[in-house]
């Protein structure tokens, strides 16, 4: 009866991870052979490790990632796609994200890009920091709701404290002039202080073309270009070699059948 009481007192304190840790200790015979002193140290260490576990999930689940399983651990650094697994796991356990650099990942299409970019935003939501998926080709649209509804100016805000911000396919459409402004101001406010991950189907020497207005495009370019680290992904589309294995598999399954 003690003991349920106090199960209940740990969760109305939102000490869950105690609350559970307690539970499981309660049905491990070797528990009795422990000190109190060591049996509160795993308790206290279970809702450590509980409250991390929470926080990363919520920090996934708010940045909406377009592949939110992508891990640093599971990179393809195969011969030919012009990625090194050094050059990923230093940046990604690197201070990049603190001292707001940017990752420019180009690569033609099915090259990985976006998977390589959602890996290192997973990362940085493991280690704590907050991360924003957003496509550009249909920022411009959200962009025109949020000036129309008043909420602009707060979401703003809210991207400028994120710490990694992931813009996908950049380059792949067209932007108007005031989705051009809007990402300047977008970017003007994490220059050097926040990082920014842009994938692009464009090689970098055509961002400047794309974006159009010439006092802009060197506006925006110079503050992405201040800190910079390039990935240029090549070989044949990953995209074909799933669907062919997929494929492969099928008809395997149909002469077995």
């Known amino acids: 009866m003690m003991m349920n009481t106090t199960l209940e007192q740990l969760r109305s304190l939102k000490l869950a991870g105690m609350a559970t840790g307690l539970q499981e200790q309660l049905t491990q015979a070797g528990m009795t052979g422990m000190s109190f002193e060591e049996r509160l140290a795993l308790l206290v260490d279970r809702e450590v490790h509980w409250r991390s576990d929470k926080r990363q999930a ?5 940045a909406n990632l377009k592949f939110p399983r992508a891990c640093i651990e599971d990179i393809d650094t195969r011969a030919g796609r012009g990625l090194e ?34 890996a290192l935003a997973q990362y940085a939501c493991r280690r704590g920091h907050t991360a924003l998926y957003q496509r550009v080709p249909r920022l411009g649209e959200e962009l025109r709701i949020r000036h129309g509804n008043g909420s602009f100016g707060k979401w703003l805000i809210a991207v400028a404290k ?6 996908d396919d950049w380059g792949m ?18 220059a050097g202080n ?15 073309a794309w974006i159009g207005d010439a006092t802009i495009a060197e506006a925006i370019l110079d503050r992405v270009m201040q800190k910079n680290h390039r990935f240029n992904l090549r070989g044949e589309s990953l995209r074909a070699n799933a669907k062919s294995a ?7 399954r149909q002469k077995a059948a």
């Open 85 to 118: 697994r050094s050059a990923v796991m230093s940046l990604a356990l690197g201070n990049w994200i603190e001292s707001g650099h940017s990752v420019l990942i180009t690569g033609l299409t099915g090259a990985g890009k976006t998977w390589l970019a959602c």
């Open 194 to 208: 926040k990082a920014t991950i842009i994938t692009s189907q464009l090689p970098i020497e055509h961002w400047h």
């Open 162 to 167: 994120t710490d990694v911000l992931l813009l």
């Open 58 to 62: 919520r920090l996934l689940k708010a």
């Open 173 to 190: 459409a067209g932007i108007d002039s005031q989705t051009r402004a809007d990402l300047l101001e977008i970017i003007d406010d994490r």
């Open 246 to 252: 997929a494929s492969t598999k099928g008809e395997a």
